[in-house]
């Protein structure tokens, strides 16, 4: 990131009296999840997610949707946590937490539109990982829910001139990064990356929040940007966008974080990218569902 | 608007559809594999259903069994030929894709009208290849009229539809629709473009005045050399009764018919995947189609 725009982002958060704090029981998750991998305390896990009761009600609901389900339904969060490990209750409660939490606040994008986005991108990011055969495809789940996070954390930090940056992409039909350089002289990738250290998400995650439209910046985290990209714009494209019509034609196959996925997995060149986004749309159904759910009251227009 | 559809029927068939039936996941492969058309879970419950109306009449009690019926008996060219009817019928009505719509009209249409060399010949061409009884043409007529002929002076629009079938090409000549074929136009268009008849809709001259209907047969290579020079190709269903070296055949026949810069468009849920490298798959929202690269295009990029 260039140093004065995360001099400007990092003077502007502490402001307006900075950031949103890490809700406590993510910090707590963090705490348990980063012992050593024989140590982690299972027993602990459990009683934090069940200390909050409408958390836990929500977890497992989440465990046993469709973007988590199992073979067998879990009961309780003992049962989800056993049948579901460590790595994919994080994503739960993760998936279950953050919703309801920033709700509240005064956000440019309304939230049922902004976390069909991410729970989408989550679990289309999943799909496309295991599709090329990339191995631990559950890894790619967390990066896809928080891709965006830098919207949220304009919406905070810069609510109206981020209200206009929406406003304008709309109605000009111009990508939102390139409206947000434009008016903000930075991205939701620059913010969201500042949002990502503040709450110390893990690397690999930060990385493809900050680079998920700069995919050969990423690093080590190149082929995880390249699959965040197309799950987020395969989304946007099949009724998980930000809930305008974005008028545009993409030529995936040619764009090049897809180019860079085929150089590296043979699996890429035999998926059918039309039949792919065929499938989306059950998909969408089942996040759309989800989300009514979480927003019990407000429902999706667009 | 699709998951709407999708929402309500899954609701009311979903009992029908039993996704981890093995047979019926073979049988799903199978007509992917056949025909390029692929049943994603939301329309599962679809092919269950038609597939069993064929089950029924060849009295046939398991998915498993109907498979070995299109793969290994003698008849099974003419059975799956009669399941792909079975699964395509009532894919024929107007404006039946509410995104491919959107798409044409605030994405590709733009794109056309500014494509170089048009300014000075003022002229869209479409060719709408196995137009059944007419109503895809005759929806992309109305369409052109709103969107090019009423805002564009001095613009002609000349459509094409093309069908193997007598019979299909005298009932769109009659252009005369009843509830099934309309139920996606509006109040507004149906008083515009149409005469009420009983309770059926004739189609008005001024629709009809841009389309020429012919009898074609996708396959006849003599006649497909002089189908050249359109800026819209549509052939939706027709493709999935073609063996592979046919459907390539007829794919290439397209993309020589098409200026560059053109675009393709098959059904719903039908693919070229592995049939032709020459198109690209061009994913607009809710809805793919295939474009031939303009010049300058060529070397990737957004479409």
């Known amino acids: 990131m260039n140093p004065a725009t995360e001099t400007l982002l990092q003077r502007r958060a502490a402001a307006l009296g900075n950031l949103p704090a890490m809700p406590s029981v993510l910090q707590s998750l963090g705490v348990c999840l980063s012992a050593n991998p024989s140590e ?20 497992l609901r989440m465990a046993n949707s469709a973007l988590f389900r199992g073979r067998a339904e879990v009961e309780s969060i003992r049962g989800a946590v056993l049948a579901l490990g460590i790595w994919r209750i994080r994503d739960v409660v993760y998936s279950s937490a953050l919703p309801n939490f920033l709700a509240g606040s005064d956000n440019c994008m309304a939230p049922p539109v902004f976390w069909r986005h991410a729970l989408g991108t989550a679990l289309v990011s999943q799909h496309l990982a295991q599709r090329l055969a990339i191995p631990n495809p559950d890894r790619f789940y967390l990066a896809g829910l928080l891709h965006d996070i830098g919207i949220i954390a304009n919406s905070l930090l810069f609510r109206d001139e981020f209200a206009r940056v929406l406003h304008r992409a709309e109605t000009s039909e111009t990508p939102l990064c390139e409206v947000e350089q434009q008016v903000l002289g930075f991205t939701h990738c620059e913010s ?26 990423a690093g080590d985290s190149v082929e995880m940007s390249c699959v965040i990209y197309l799950a987020d714009l395969l989304c ?27 150089s590296k997995y043979a699996a890429a060149k035999e998926l059918d990218l039309a039949r792919f986004t065929f499938e989306l749309d059950q998909r969408a159904v089942e996040v759309q569902e989800l989300i009514n759910e979480i927003f019990k009251d407000k429902r999706i227009v667009n | 608007m699709a998951l ?15 996704v981890s039936d093995p047979g019926l996941l073979k049988l799903r492969d199978l007509i992917y594999r056949i025909s390029g ?29 109907y498979f070995d019926q299109l793969t290994t008996h003698a008849s099974r060219d003419a059975e799956m030929r009669r399941l792909l009817n079975e699964i395509t019928i009532g894919e024929t009505y107007c404006f039946r894709s509410p995104a491919q719509v959107d798409a044409l009209v605030k994405i590709i249409l733009p794109k056309l009208l500014a494509l170089p060399g048009k300014q000075s010949l003022k002229k869209l061409r479409i060719w709408s290849a196995g137009c059944s009884t007419g109503e895809e043409p005759y929806s992309l007529s109305i369409l052109m009229m709103e969107e090019v002929l009423a805002k564009h002076a001095g613009w002609k629009v000349e459509i094409i539809a093309t069908d193997l079938n007598e019979n299909s090409i005298a009932k769109c000549n009659e252009g005369v629709y ?14 515009k473009y149409f005469r009420a008849e009983g309770n059926r809709f004739r189609v008005n001259d001024e629709v009809r005045a841009n389309i020429r209907f012919e009898r074609l047969n996708l396959q006849d290579q003599s006649r497909m050399l002089f189908m050249r020079g359109f800026d819209l190709v549509f052939c ?8 592979r070296p046919a459907k390539q055949r007829t794919v290439e026949h397209f993309h020589n018919a098409l200026v560059p810069g053109g675009y393709f468009f098959l059904g719903e849920c039908e693919t070229l995947f592995g049939i032709n490298d020459q198109f690209r798959l061009i994913h607009f929202p809710g809805t793919t189609g295939y474009g031939k690269p303009a010049p300058g295009e060529e070397a990737g990029g957004k479409a």
């Open chain 2, 236 to 243: 939706c269903n027709v493709l999935i009764y073609f063996d």
């Open chain 1, 236 to 262: 946007r494209l099949r009724g998980m966008g930000y809930g305008y019509y974005e008028a545009r034609g993409f030529d995936l196959a040619s764009e090049e974080p897809w180019l860079i996925l085929q």
């Open chain 2, 178 to 191: 009843g509830d099934y074929a309309m139920r996606n136009v509006t109040p507004e268009r149906r008083a």
């Open chain 1, 192 to 217: 969201g990356r500042i949002l990502a250290d503040t709450w110390r998400l893990p690397r690999e995650v930060a990385s493809v929040i900050e680079y998920h439209h700069h995919v050969r910046a």
């Open chain 2, 4 to 18: 709407e559809t999708i929402g309500t029927q899954v609701a009311t068939d979903s009992a029908d559809a039993d």
């Open chain 1, 40 to 59: 982690v305390n299972i027993e602990r896990i459990v009683e934090l997610i069940s200390y909050d009761k409408a958390l836990a009600a929500q977890c």
């Open chain 2, 37 to 65: 058309i692929y049943h994603p879970d939301s329309k599962f419950y679809l092919l269950a259903t038609r597939a069993r109306r064929r089950m029924t009449e060849l009295n046939v009690a398991t998915f498993s069994q």
